[in-house]
């Protein structure tokens, strides 16, 4: 099982980015997918999530507005556009993907990409 994510970078205020992570080893069409960010000192929280089939999303409230998640079962990727990025946008930004089948919990993360929103 793999999560890869990619698309981090350093930006200017105001600026755009899309992360990418891509799957492998495990039904992706089956999971929801999230977002989690960590800024150094700070915990771990969640930024966007969506279903398995992509109908429905979430978003923090820092984020609404800014950041839109998006996936493509057909590629075993899920994307988060980044917009209108903030310096308190900064953190290594991870995916995850749950599922639970037959009432096990499969749990999966990536290993991060950083963003870094400085002028």
């Known amino acids: 099982v793999q999560l890869v994510e990619s698309g981090g970078g350093v930006v200017q205020p105001g600026g755009a980015l899309r992360l990418s992570c891509s799957a492998s080893?495990?039904?992706?069409?089956?999971?929801?997918m999230s977002w989690y960010r960590q800024a150094p000192g700070k915990e771990r929280e969640l930024v966007t999530g969506?279903?398995?089939?992509?109908?429905?999303?979430n978003y923090a409230d820092s984020v609404k507005g800014r950041f839109t998640i998006f996936r493509d079962n057909a590629k075993n990727t899920v994307y988060l556009r980044m917009n209108s990025l903030k310096p308190e946008d900064t953190a290594v930004y991870y995916c995850?993907?749950?599922?639970?089948?037959?009432?096990?919990?499969?749990?999966?993360w990536g290993q991060g990409t950083q963003v870094t929103v400085s002028s």
């Open positions: 995850r993907a749950v599922s639970t089948e037959r009432g096990d919990l499969y749990d999966y």
């Open positions: 080893g495990f039904t992706f069409s089956r999971y929801g």
């Open positions: 969506i279903t398995s089939t992509g109908r429905v999303t």
